[in-house]
C-alpha cells in the first residue's frame, strides 16, 4: 500500500492506516533527527515530529507528498531546538556540536563518518542527511528546507567538500 493511500485512509479516521505509516517511517525519521542532535534530544524531537503529524495530518492537502511534509515537520522540530540551545545555553551548544561517541558502534570507519558528520555546519550536515541518509531527492530536499532546487546543489558540493577536507584532516592524525 502506499503512503498516498494510507494518508487517505488516516485521513478519514481509520487507525490502522495511521499506525502503518507511523511504523513505516517511525525509524527514517529519527535516524534523521539522531543526526542532526545527540541521542536524548532526538527522542524527545522524534515524539514531538509525531505528535504533530498527527496533528496536522487531517489537513495535508497533498497525501503523495507525505514524505516531505513529514521531514519538513522534522527539520522545523530540530530547528527549534537547536534555536532554543542557542538562545538558552550557548555552552551547551559546543558540547551537543561535538561529535557524539556511540558505545554500539564497532566499526571505526562509521565512527569517524559521525564524527565528520557532526562536525559540519548544520545547513550541510542536514542537506547529506536528507539526500544520502534519508535518499530524498534534490527536489524534496528543497522543499522541506526552503530553499531552492540550486541552493540544495550548492549545499551539496558545499558538504562534500567540507566532509571530504575533515575525514583527510582527521585520517592524518591517527
Not at 19 to 43: G, I, K, Q
Not at 80 to 98: F, G, K, N, V, W
Not at 150 to 155: L, N
Amino acid at each position: 500500500m502506499t503512503d498516498e493511500l494510507l494518508v487517505v485512509r488516516a485521513q478519514l479516521g481509520e487507525r490502522g492506516a495511521l499506525a502503518e505509516l507511523v511504523n513505516r517511517w517511525r525509524l527514517p525519521v529519527w535516524t534523521y533527527v539522531r543526526r542532526m542532535l545527540d541521542a536524548e534530544r532526538a527522542d524527545d524531537v522524534a515524539q514531538e515530529v509525531w505528535l504533530a503529524v498527527v496533528r496536522g495530518l487531517p489537513r495535508l492537502r497533498e497525501p503523495a507528498r507525505f514524505a516531505p511534509w513529514l521531514f519538513t515537520i522534522a527539520r522545523r522540530s530540530v530547528t527549534d531546538r537547536l534555536r532554543s540551545q542557542y538562545t538558552d545555553r550557548p555552552e551547551a551548544l559546543a558540547e551537543a556540536d561535538a561529535p557524539v561517541e556511540d558505545p554500539v558502534e564497532a566499526l571505526a570507519d562509521r565512527a569517524r563518518l559521525l564524527d565528520a558528520l557532526a562536525a559540519l555546519p548544520v545547513a550541510e550536515r542536514e542537506i547529506l542527511v536528507l539526500f544520502y541518509l534519508e535518499d530524498l531527492p534534490v527536489a524534496d530536499c528543497a522543499q522541506i528546507c526552503g530553499v531552492p532546487v540550486g541552493t540544495v546543489k550548492s549545499r551539496l558540493n558545499r558538504a562534500r567538500r567540507l566532509l571530504r577536507v575533515h575525514l583527510e584532516r582527521t585520517a592524518g592524525d591517527e
